[in-house]
């Protein structure tokens, strides 16, 4: 993903989009292991710069199908699973849920942090109003993140 901010550097003009991803899971799995998700799928494509996430697609038979005639993914899962009346939420379901609870459309991404970032911190003076300072530290201690305003 980072490969994203090295073309967003070159062309910060033009929109990155994040399309087609697949978030599988075990189908006997019986928890929902979504935070490596989360973060793989939000935190660090919104932070390198993609204007969204799309997955492979949504819905899919048992069998992850259907496919087009010159193939497709046969691992990768809808975000449900459709068999005949009979809907199953996969992973993918949940990690696009807690997003889209949390990022409304017309949102826009503000900022972000990964371990390790280095963060400048400007202040004024207590004594002096005409003096600023300036601290940099490194953010080792913290979970990556992105902030969104909506």
């Known amino acids: 993903m980072s490969a994203m901010t090295v073309i967003h550097n070159a062309f910060p003009h033009k ?3 994040f399309t087609e991803q697949m978030v599988t899971e075990n ?3 019986t928890t929902i292991a979504i935070a490596a998700q989360v973060k793989r799928m939000i935190i660090d494509v919104t932070r390198n710069w993609s204007r969204n996430s799309i ?26 699973i459709l068999d005949g009346d009979k809907v199953t939420k996969n992973l993918a379901y949940y990690v696009i849920a807690h997003a889209s609870k949390f990022i409304r459309p017309g949102s826009v991404r503000i900022g972000s942090t990964n371990p390790g970032d280095m963060t400048v911190a400007l202040t004024t003076d207590e004594q ?3 003096i600023t300072r300036v601290a940099t530290y490194n953010n080792f201690d913290i979970l990556p993140n992105v902030a969104f305003r909506t």
């Open 15 to 17: 929109h990155l989009y």
């Open 27 to 29: 189908p006997q799995t």
């Open 55 to 80: 997955l492979w697609n949504f819905a899919a038979d048992p069998l992850n199908d259907p496919h087009t005639d010159d193939g497709g993914c046969s691992m990768c899962q809808g975000a449900v």
């Open 128 to 130: 002096n109003r005409d």
